[in-house]
């Protein structure tokens, strides 16, 4: 956040905030805001212009007491935030209200502390379940478990990539090229400057070719996480692999997120967070 903090969201012990070489929990039971929590709703955070951090339940998008004050705006006739997005210019967040079967919902747009219909659930156009959303610029993708990837471009259905195909992650690199992490397929790109589809998998020299989690360095290096505990650098031609599992732990560990910046890159996986430094 803007006080230098990493904010991070779990399932099971509400937020773990960092500050400095400092950790500390910060997980409100529902008597003590008077709503009812949704499960998801726990992992995801946002801060307003004034530098204030909210974080979301059941029917209401409610700020983090400070002094004894408390505030809260309520979601727009909804049930819940499903999964949730930040652009990465900006701190607007976007997040799916889905139906019961996960495949469509309205998107909406967070900025500051109004939140407003982005996309109507007609223009989601998925047949299978919704299992991420990214965000970057004008477009936000709608990554299914099996009917590709969706683009919603300014509130409208643009196109489709990779029908067929569980897309987990996409991202947009400082050359506007596009990058799809896939369960199954490895990674696809599509650079911008042509139609050609490069796909990089096991076969070409990946770990595997099930990609839960992606990110872009600062140095346009590729970070890969796997289903397995594994995640991997590559820059160029090298690859360099980390193995997070600890001997006694499961071998089913999903990188569930990956965030890097010019000091380390954070590896949000199903048994904690690990990071690793530069160098």
């Not at 997980?27 to 709703?41: L, V």
Request: proline share 3%; aromatic share 12%.
């Amino acid at each position: 956040d803007s006080h230098g903090r990493l904010w991070l969201g779990t399932t099971k012990f509400g937020f773990i905030v960092i500050e400095g070489d400092s950790a500390r929990t910060m997980n409100y039971t529902p008597e003590e805001y008077g709503i009812i929590y949704a499960t998801s709703g726990l992992m995801y955070i946002h801060e307003d212009s004034g530098g204030l951090t909210w974080t979301f339940g059941h029917r209401s998008m409610y700020r983090f007491p400070e002094n004894g004050i408390r505030d809260s705006v309520p979601l727009p006739s909804i049930d819940g935030v499903y999964i949730m997005c930040h652009r990465k210019e900006n701190s607007e967040p976007y997040f799916i209200a889905p139906n019961k079967a996960i495949t469509s919902g309205n998107i909406y747009k967070v900025s500051d502390r109004t939140i407003s219909l982005y996309a109507d659930s007609t223009e989601i156009h998925s047949r299978s379940k919704i299992i991420n959303i990214n965000a970057d610029g004008e477009c936000v993708w709608i990554c299914t478990q099996g009917s590709g990837c969706n683009e919603i471009r300014n509130g409208r259905f643009s196109k489709r990539y990779f029908e067929n195909i569980a897309i987990t992650n996409v991202f947009r690199d400082r050359e506007n090229n596009l990058w799809f992490s896939t369960m199954g397929e490895g990674v696809f790109m599509l650079p911008s400057n042509t139609t050609y589809v490069k796909n990089y998998n096991q076969a070409s020299g990946l770990s595997s070719d099930n990609i839960t989690a992606l990110a872009v360095g600062i140095n346009d290096e590729l970070w890969l996480g796997y289903n397995n505990g594994v995640v991997e650098k590559i820059s160029g031609s090298r690859k360099t692999v980390f193995m997070l599992n600890k001997p006694e732990d499961s071998k089913f560990n999903r990188v569930t997120g990956l965030t890097a910046d010019s000091n380390a890159t954070i590896c949000g996986t199903d048994i904690g967070v690990f990071s690793i430094r530069k160098n």
